[in-house]
């Protein structure tokens, strides 16, 4: 038994340290000198470091083989670095590192929180998406299954059945975590983040949520062969140890695979791309969530007892889900519509869709239990707060999933050399943005930041560029899409590739200040213009 577990943790070892090491290119040390401290980072070759902010200033300042940050200690005062690394191929994240002086010690604190915030929400994406899972008709089958499997390998006092039903519950994390693990290693985040903006990849993730959707709806049945299922779990009733409890996580993961597919696609495309560990992390949200009940189902079989029986409230489940999924299979829709402007799924025309999404989910549940009622009411109110939307309202919550609002503004350019040309003309700086049509968090940003009215002001002063790098037209006519030319343009001189992305130029096309990544606090958007315009 200790064996077995030695062996599990040697693995979450293993994974935990390859992924320290490929999301570590920065190395921090501190020293202190008096009154003052030395913050030194070093970088692995092929990388150079980009400090972004420090406290309240940005700085933008980019270092080949590292830099020295020289600061005051002062007493319970935070200093905070914030910054980001890229290599010929990728950007880590931005991340923040953290340093407390205690003058009364003379002891001082090194911090370091890397993109927390930004990990912390797939993990709890992931987790929902667990929960969620457990109640789907693809998973109460294996209920039975996974008693009647313990209930025969439990010894008399019922000791051995709780060791082994710990180790079930790590097994089911550690599949899925490996899943999400292999991605990254197989593709890498910069492969991962191309494929999450690729309009076919978009096309084909919006067919495969209508599908899941009419299969909720009771259409047909999706399910792979059941000779898998049936194959693993006499195998895994024939097998003794570790293995056996393996096979019957496997077991698992196959017959819940269609309710638990379309989630878990869900949830790596909205992992794609934000770093190598990000796919992990969101399976890891979603395996503990799935994995937590499966165990206690392991150690207790007379749980099974006290469960709802499956009937009517589980096809209300079912229809439930499969509403949801057809709002989220437009999003992936809009992607490849933008990509190759073909205009057939705008802005008022998605938030419609929604709408009529959410308020026939409100009929269906209106007929329901008193629970079905409730979330009537709550279905039929986000439809209300939806419909000023199709009159260019912002509706906020949507704004990761709906198409961007157009800008208002005039000067407005879309292709980068005419928007220089005409800012030559006028004599005035540019704000050039570089943005995509599958990019979250630049939908985001584009919805808490520019219709701030303080904002649009400010930006009267500017020619304004948008460039969007997955755009897959090519108005140039030169046989190369034009998101290719931009996606370069932003890699060659500017040394990044991620979005948004925000430089600010001359009218003759030099850098002004620092670029601006993404950020949702208007109060910096706005330091960050005035800086600008010392």
Not at 471 to 498: C, K, M, V
Request: proline share 4%.
């Amino acid at each position: 038994m200790l064996c077995r577990l030695n062996l599990i943790l040697v693995l979450l070892c293993t994974w935990a340290g390859l992924s320290a090491e490929v999301l570590q290119p920065v190395h921090w040390t501190s020293r202190e000198e008096g009154d003052s401290v030395r913050l030194s980072a070093t970088v692995d070759e092929g990388w150079h470091l980009t400090v972004i902010q420090i406290g309240d200033s940005m700085v933008g300042e980019e270092y080949a083989d590292g830099c020295t940050l020289v600061f005051p200690i002062e007493d319970g005062k935070e200093i905070a670095v914030r910054y980001n690394a890229c290599d010929d191929s990728q950007c880590t994240s931005p991340e923040v590192y953290y340093y407390v002086g205690e003058k009364s010690n003379n002891v001082a604190v090194l911090k370091r929180f890397s993109s927390g915030v930004e990990l912390w929400y797939l993990f709890l994406m992931g987790f929902l998406g667990g929960l969620l899972a457990i109640f789907t008709p693809c998973i109460w089958p294996i209920i039975p299954m996974t008693v009647s499997f313990f209930l025969k390998r439990a010894d008399a006092t019922g000791k051995r059945s709780w060791s082994e039903a710990v180790l079930y519950g790590l097994s089911i994390i550690l599949i899925y975590v490996g899943l999400g693990l292999l991605l990254t290693v197989f593709f890498g985040a910069s492969t991962l983040n191309a494929l999450s903006t690729s309009a076919p990849v978009n096309l084909f993730f919006f067919a495969l949520l209508i599908v899941f959707a009419l299969s909720f709806f009771g259409l047909f049945e999706i399910t792979l062969p059941s000779s898998w299922s049936t194959a693993l779990d006499g195998k895994a009733r024939n097998t003794g140890g570790f293995l056996g409890i393996l096979l019957m996580a496997f077991t698992l993961v196959i017959v819940s695979f269609s309710c638990t597919g379309p989630i878990i696609g869900t949830l790596l495309v909205e992992a794609a791309g934000r770093s190598l560990l990000a796919p992990a992390v969101g399976m890891l949200g979603f395996a503990a969530a799935l994995a937590l009940p499966f165990s206690l189902f392991a150690l207790s079989p007379r749980m099974m007892q006290r469960l709802p029986r499956s009937g009517a409230w589980m096809q209300s489940f079912k229809v439930t889900l499969a509403f949801l999924e057809l709002a989220l299979s437009l999003k992936f829709l809009s992607v490849a519509d933008m990509a190759y402007g073909w205009g057939i799924l705008p802005r008022w025309l998605f938030v419609a869709l929604w709408v009529m999404d959410f308020a026939a989910l409100g009929i269906y549940l209106l007929h329901k239990s008193w629970v079905g009622k409730v979330l009537a009411l709550a279905a039929f109110a986000f439809a209300a707060y939806l419909v000023p939307g199709l009159w260019g309202a912002p509706v906020k919550a949507i704004a990761a999933f709906a198409p961007p609002m157009p800008i208002e503004a005039q000067d407005v350019f879309f292709d980068y050399e005419t928007g220089m040309q005409y800012a030559r003309q006028e004599n005035r700086p540019v704000l050039l943005q570089f943005s995509g049509y599958g990019c979250v968090n630049c939908r985001k940003m584009e919805q808490y930041i520019l219709h701030d009215e303080r904002v649009k002001e400010e930006m009267k002063r500017f020619v304004q560029i948008v460039l969007y790098v997955d755009s897959r037209q090519d108005l140039n006519g030169n046989g190369i899409p034009d998101g290719d030319e931009y996606s370069r343009l932003q890699q060659e001189r500017f040394q990044s590739n991620a979005q948004p992305y925000w430089v600010a130029l001359s009218s003759n096309g030099n850098q002004m200040g620092s670029p601006l990544a993404f950020t949702t606090d208007t109060s910096l958007f706005l330091r960050w213009l005035d800086e600008i315009r010392k």
